[in-house]
């Protein structure tokens, strides 16, 4: 075998070595079928077992009972910020947003192409997205309420949810989905693409509480409609196959060796405190973040110049440290630390780091 990196890539980003390995083993014959995943029937017992354990273990994990359906939609957590006002908003009623990043700009941007009235109650555009707001007020007349729970490329992050009372909250827990509990009950729907936290790229897990279901309005396409993929347990259609049977592994992994969300956040915590207490320590890396909005999965920071930004990036893959580099759209480093990335690779980034200011500081 090759060697393995330490990868902190935003994503499609690292999955545990377990799942990779798992795959590698009932790759040729998945369960005495004969064949591998990538070529059974999605119409077969075995990939209905497959998607039922994938749905089983994510109710398990984050302790959801019978008020939600569970589905996979393919077309990203993108294709969710125009099917989510397309399905979910009401007559007479504004659908509120809280605008944190990228994401939260573009799910806006969908609500306002359908002509949705859509208002945007909170933002932390003034200070380019580096915190968290704080000071604002859900309304109590909106259709729903949707936030980013994690900006994955500004590398903030809720520590807190928002509380808008009845109205249902609707979130793109894309980046941070899986990685620390938290109360369902005051979700209408949440949707993670499984290429952060929880697969390959791919498909989309949407949580949606049932009663949502009822919004759906007749005259729309086929495949836009939640109605659709809740009726039909997500195969009205061909679903993404190989990325349900991958979550259904990493699920199984973080519920069988990790030991269950409660263990993960743990985990993350204690990595989170590793890299921030040394970015802290140092005058040569500077955090882009506010203290107490940062993020426990997308680290990012900045170095004295971009040069030396350009040489850390290079110099980190040489040892073995990928996927460093900012997103495009903003510069500097980024070290997503998602829970497949353990407490041994954020360690060994840190002693990279201290050796690099050593050298270059
Ligand atoms: C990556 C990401 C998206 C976009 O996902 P696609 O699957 O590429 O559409 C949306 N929201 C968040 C928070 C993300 O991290």
Redesign the pocket.
Known sequence: MGKRIHNFN??PAALPLSVLEEMQSELLDFKGSGMSILEVSHRSKWFDDVINEAIERTRRLLGIGDAFDVLFVQ?????QFCMIPMNLAMPDRPVDYINTGT?AT?AIKEAQIQGKDVRVIASSEDRGFSYIPKEFSPNQDAAYLHF?S????KGTQWARFPNAGEVPLVC????DFMSRPFDVRPFGLIYA?A??NIGP?GS?MVIIRKDMLARTPGKIPTMLKYTTFAEKNSMYNTPSCVVVYIVSLVLKWLEETIGGLEKMAGINQEKGAIIYDFIDGSSFYRGTADNDSRSLMNVTFRLPSEDLEKKFVADASKEGLGGLKGHRSVGGCRASIYNATGVGAVKALVAFMAEFERKQG
């Open positions: 935003a994503g077309g990203g957590a993108s294709l994401w573009k980013t994690n900006n994955t490329i793109d827990m894309s980046s693409g290429q952060k790229a989309v």
